[in-house]
């Protein structure tokens, strides 16, 4: 009696293995998502919003501020708290938390009694409409009677949720009444 169960359940065992290694066929189209050429798995509902894609920078870049091509608008006074550049589409200004006096300024996020921020709207080499914040460096100001003037030294920029890659900025910044 125990051999005859004992070969049932082989057999039945067989069965089962048999039958579980057959190769199914699969319909495609039932398991993948047919978005057509929406990409909207629902294209009959109402999505509100914009998507905007944009390239992602990936590369560090260099900056040189000042010199041939760059303008620098004049300063109100010598009193000024942003100096401003510009070059094809390119912005760079320079913030202070105060007047700009002569000293040297480290470069922040923001700007406070011993440093300065600064940011960079299209910097060359990177996608258009990134702004790079400073987060490394530092500048020397000189203040006269009639204008200003700030040497970027060893000066770092980022994107404000990333920290790579960096713009590197060098140059001077500078205002005249």
């Known amino acids: ?14 069965l089962v293995l ?8 699969v319909d495609e189209s039932m398991i993948s ?6 990409g909207n798995p629902n294209p009959n509902s109402t999505v509100t ?6 390239t992602m920078a990936t590369e560090n870049s260099t900056l040189a ?18 100096l401003t550049g510009y070059y094809d589409s390119t912005t760079v200004v320079l913030s202070f938390n105060s007047a700009a006096t002569s000293g040297t300024y480290a470069i922040a996020s923001i700007a ?17 409409g990134v702004v790079w914040y400073g987060n490394g460096g530092y500048v020397a100001v000189t203040t006269s009677t009639s204008n200003i003037s700030a040497k970027l030294i060893g000066v770092t920029c980022v994107q404000s949720s990333f920290n790579y890659p960096i713009v ?8 005249t009444q």
Do not use: D, E
Not at 4 to 13: D, N, Q
């Open 65 to 82: 501020v000042g010199g041939l091509g760059w303008t620098n608008p004049s300063c109100g006074s010598t009193s000024s708290v942003n």
């Open 168 to 175: 590197y900025v060098s140059g001077v910044l500078g205002c």
């Open 49 to 54: 919003g914009n998507v905007t894609f944009s």
């Open 18 to 25: 048999l039958t579980a290694c057959q190769k199914k066929t």
């Open 112 to 128: 406070s009694p011993t440093s300065c921020a600064l940011t960079v709207v299209h910097a060359p080499g990177q996608p258009s």
């Open 33 to 38: 998502p047919t978005f057509g050429g929406t």
């Open 1 to 14: 009696m125990l051999k005859r169960i004992s070969v049932i359940y082989i057999m039945f065992s067989a």
